[in-house]
């Protein structure tokens, strides 16, 4: 499966700016609209914002001219993404005038970085309310509603909004995102996150099960851990990661690492499917792959970001892992779990890369043989440490060249991969119906490729052995023989 260069991590591009629409509560007399942009964890956020709005009288509606508040969820990750909301804002100040008692705000990644731009210089929004500051939305809009700008962007060091239920929304029923940490404390050269969500922090893996055991039971049937960095998940009574060292002995002793995580979420719901996103070599430990291999509702898919084949360009990047590392760690999820599926983000035309650099993904690559992956030309983000000290020198049409030779390689591989799951019986999650087809069930194996197949009794939320017949690169392609034993 290809992902081409307008793609982030674990950004899904068809929902971007989906509006969020949940039950409502006959006693709420307001109306919130609210689009979210960017990577699950924002989706996840706009999940959190609406539970805490519809306590302060908001329900949500999809339609724009019936809102009393309009919030974006925005991303700085990507160039595109600011330019897409930057027009929304736009738009939603076009409707402003024709209503305007109608207030609009700003949430999430791009709060921080342009509150001022956003409140003083362009005045297209009435509020700024960072990733962090969810919690104050019930004061701030009580701000806005007497006529003041209202803005809270202060990062926090212990903000995991683990007692805030999300309210689940644009879900297909089965499937839910449950989020583990806050923040990151890998000062990645081309990223913005760790200034943008703040310090590394995890949440109560108590309040983190109960959220799992309820999603049970309203019938999900596959939750993803969620986190910018789940590897490094550390739960020891609250606060910083970085602050750990501090801790007493008895924190330290009862501590829960991210394979411990693990563990808990596989046992406390053995019939449920676990997965999780995203992971970072240089804290992947062979724990965490040692308590995927001994839980069979843990899935045997690991999406591993390397952004680059070359030592040089990681150092530049600070990935704190070698190309040898790597490698080390792909040979030990291959000799642990044979059968696991493993997905890149890869990043072409980084500052200074030369083709050798650019000749060591591509062999990095071929070693690895990725089962699918993000890849994407280099493109320089404002407020990272790219930005502030590395010329972005490498020309379009290289870094265009370059990436193409990219997504040649993955397509090849990509088929290799889908190939190997041919004749095969295997337990597929039914998700929805085909894209393509009214008559048949799309789900998922356990290594997160694509199955399709004829939709005969089965129904969504359904776990079925399918057998394997065709594949394209990207697609399994099958026909049911049965319930599977999680069924």
Partial sequence: ??????????????????????????????????????????????????????????????????????LVNTCSIREKAEQTV??????????????PNMKVGVLGCMAERLKSKFLEE???????????????????????????????????????????????????????????TRGCDNMCTFCVVPFTRGRERSRDPQSILEEVNDLW?????????????????????????????????????????????????????????????TSNPQDMTLDVIEAMAKHQNICKYIHLPVQSGSNRILKAMNR???????????????????????????????????????????SLMEYVKYDFGFMFAYSERPGTLAERKMEDDIPEATKKRRLSEIIEVQQKHSHYRTQQHLGKTQEVLIEG??????????????????????KEHYKVGDFVNVKINECTSATLIGEAVGYSENN
């Fill in 86 to 99: 930057r027009k929304r804002l736009e738009k939603f100040n076009a409707v402003k005038r024709t209503k």
């Fill in 122 to 180: 362009e005045k297209i929004v009435d509020m700024v309310v960072g990733p962090d500051a969810y919690k104050d939305l019930p004061n701030l809009i009580q701000e806005i509603d007497e006529g003041r700008n209202a803005v809270n962007v202060i990062l926090s060091k212990d903000e995991t909004y683990g007692d805030v239920a999300p309210v689940r929304l644009n879900t297909n029923g089965v499937s839910a995102f449950v989020s583990i």
């Fill in 320 to 362: 704190l892992h070698t190309r040898e590392e790597y490698f080390e760690l792909i040979d030990n999820i291959r000799k642990i779990i044979p059968d696991c599926a493993i997905s890149q983000d890869m990043i072409t035309g980084f500052p200074t890369e030369t083709e050798e650099d650019h000749q060591d993904t591509l």
């Fill in 217 to 277: 039971e309203r019938g999900f049937k596959e939750i993803t851990l969620l986190g910018q960095n789940v590897d490094s998940y550390l739960w020891y009574g609250g606060g910083l990661k970085k602050d750990f060292d501090k801790a007493s002995d008895m924190q330290k002793a009862t501590s829960v690492n991210f394979a411990g995580l693990l563990e808990l979420v596989a046992q406390a719901q053995p019939k449920m499917r676990i997965r999780f996103s």
């Fill in 1 to 70: 499966m290809i992902k081409d260069n307008t793609v982030e991590k674990v950004i899904d591009e068809s929902q971007q700016g989906s509006a969020l629409s949940l039950d409502n509560n006959g006693k709420n007399g307001r109306k919130l609209y609210i689009e979210s942009y960017g990577c699950q964890m924002n989706f996840s956020d706009s999940e959190i914002v609406a539970s805490i709005l519809a306590k302060e009288g908001f329900n949500t509606t999809q339609n724009l001219y019936d809102a009393d508040l309009v």
């Fill in 433 to 454: 119906t085909s894209k393509k087809s009214d008559t048949h069930w799309m789900g998922r194996n356990s290594q997160n490729t694509v199955a399709v197949f004829p």
